[in-house]
């Protein structure tokens, strides 16, 4: 691969890492902010429900994490490559 093709691809998928990082935030901050109001209304289900939201918020995050880490790498081989 041309070390042109390696800088745009490797820019490209920063781009891309970025927003899926955007948006899994944005939802993981949804997510948390349904399990508070859900957890308000002392229903036992809808407590479970809000459990499930909170996991599906860490997951989110985890996801965001994910996408910082490999951004990071790709910004360290770009650097490294000039």
Do not use: P, W
Request: glycine letters at 4%; a negative charge; charged letters at 25%.
């Amino acid at each position: 691969m041309e070390q042109n093709d390696l800088k745009n691809t490797l820019t490209y998928l920063t781009s891309e890492l970025n927003r899926i990082q955007t948006v899994a935030g944005t939802l993981s901050t949804v997510e948390t902010q349904h399990y508070k109001d859900l957890t308000n209304f002392g229903d036992d289900k809808l407590n479970q429900i809000a459990t499930e939201e909170q996991s599906a918020a860490r997951q989110l995050g985890e996801i965001k994490q994910i996408c910082l880490s490999l951004t990071q790498k790709i910004d360290e081989l770009t650097n490294q490559n000039g």
